[in-house]
């Protein structure tokens, strides 16, 4: 299940911070680097910030620009060397912890995500993002119970975040606990009904569900959840019918359908 850091917001912050600066201190390039970040043209915005460094000039706002997009350029040592260095320059900052725990996981560094994610939430508990992505990390590395118990604090400060519903979703179902995992996929679907993932997830959890039921001898739900689980699968082949797990799944599904 795919998650997503708010980069933007936090340009918009870094933006505002350096506005309060003199203009001549920062020079037009940082700000000619944030527009070019903004429309996706990592490299000249990494260019841009570089002759800033090169001229001497020197704040956390600049490596974590560089940061950011080196993160949207996959390159994750170039990326997470600049939060670093960010985060030299303004220690325990709660947006560079965040952003810091944000390219970990997507980049699937789980172990030194969970070991930032335990430093950081005395820190900030309030903070859902770093929940999330202590919980993200913690799933990833089998440590389903202790990840919702995560997940479901972090829901606290963001009850309607499609992000921690599709995640708890994918806790309880690694739980096995289908109902549960189906309720917080249908609430994730009916926020975010274009996402191929959270329709490939519940035709899962709609699958789980016929087979236990079929084991229980109760034909008539159990049919119910394999029609849920063929229409599920449909919306989400029609959202991204080039996915091997969705056609996989999709054949599964029909050919149980047709039986």
Request: aromatic share 10%.
């Amino acid at each position: 299940m795919k998650h997503f850091f708010h980069f933007t917001a936090v340009i918009c912050l870094l933006v505002s911070s350096l506005y309060a600066q003199e203009k001549e201190q920062v020079g037009s390039a940082y700000f000619q680097a944030v527009d070019e970040y903004k429309t996706k043209n990592y490299s000249k915005s990494i260019e841009l910030v570089k002759s800033l460094l090169v001229d001497g000039k020197s704040s956390y706002e600049f490596y974590a620009l560089l940061a950011y997009n080196y993160d949207k350029l996959n390159d994750f040592d170039n990326s997470y060397k600049n939060m670093l260095e960010a985060r030299k320059r303004k220690p325990d900052d709660e947006d560079l912890l965040q952003g810091s725990l944000a390219i970990l996981t997507r980049h699937k560094k789980w172990k030194p995500a969970i070991e930032l994610a335990e430093r950081a939430i005395p820190m900030y508990p309030q903070n859902p993002e770093i929940r999330y992505y202590y919980a993200l990390a913690l799933s990833e590395k089998g440590a389903s119970k202790t990840a919702l118990s995560q997940i479901e604090k972090a829901k606290a400060g963001s009850p309607s975040d499609v992000r921690m519903l599709e995640l708890e979703g994918k806790i309880y179902y690694q739980l096995k606990n289908y109902d549960k995992a189906d309720m917080s996929l249908r609430w994730a679907s009916s926020i975010n009904q274009n996402s191929a993932e959270i329709w490939n997830n519940l035709a899962l959890v709609q699958e789980s569900l016929y087979r236990t039921n079929k084991k229980l001898g109760k034909k008539n739900q159990a049919n119910t959840y394999l029609e849920e689980a063929k229409t599920c699968i449909e919306k989400a082949s029609s959202l991204n019918g080039e996915s091997n797990t969705i056609k996989e799944n999709s054949k599964r599904i029909t050919a149980l359908a047709a039986l």
